[in-house]
């Protein structure tokens, strides 16, 4: 079993930057891919970003590309989401994932694992 624990979240004002970090606990984390979703009050829960157990392939739902970089370092069982020039609607829990299959997918079916979350707050 794998424990999740996100940090980094905080307030930030429009147009300013924060990076999130997921870190994995065990000895296998450079086996999975991983993910980062978000969950505003009252809505569902929203792909931003999958990246392959190596590094090599990424995937970004439509709300974080050109803005938003997922990266992750397997000696530091660690991923991370940079998040550039933030908008409002940004705003939500951000929430680190586990997948055991091979495929950057934004189902969060697919993923087995969770952390607790971490807040994001984008002011205007």
């Known amino acids: 079993q794998v424990q999740l624990v996100e940090s980094g979240g905080g307030l930030v004002q429009a147009g300013g930057s924060l990076r999130l970090s997921c870190a994995a606990s065990?000895?296998?984390?450079?086996?999975?891919?991983m993910g980062w979703f978000r969950q505003a009050p009252g809505k569902g829960r929203e792909f931003v970003a999958a990246i392959s157990s190596s590094g090599g392939i990424t995937n970004y739902g439509d709300s974080a590309k050109g803005r938003f970089t997922i990266s992750r370092d397997n000696a530091k069982n660690t991923v991370y989401l940079q998040m550039n020039s933030l908008k409002p609607e940004d705003t939500a829990v951000y929430y680190c994932?586990?997948?055991?299959?091979?495929?950057?997918?934004?189902?969060?079916?697919?993923?087995?694992?969770w952390g607790q979350g971490t807040q994001v707050t984008v002011s205007s």
């Open positions: 065990g000895r296998t984390f450079s086996y999975y891919t």
């Open positions: 994932a586990r997948s055991t299959r091979s495929i950057m997918s934004g189902n969060p079916s697919v993923y087995d694992a």
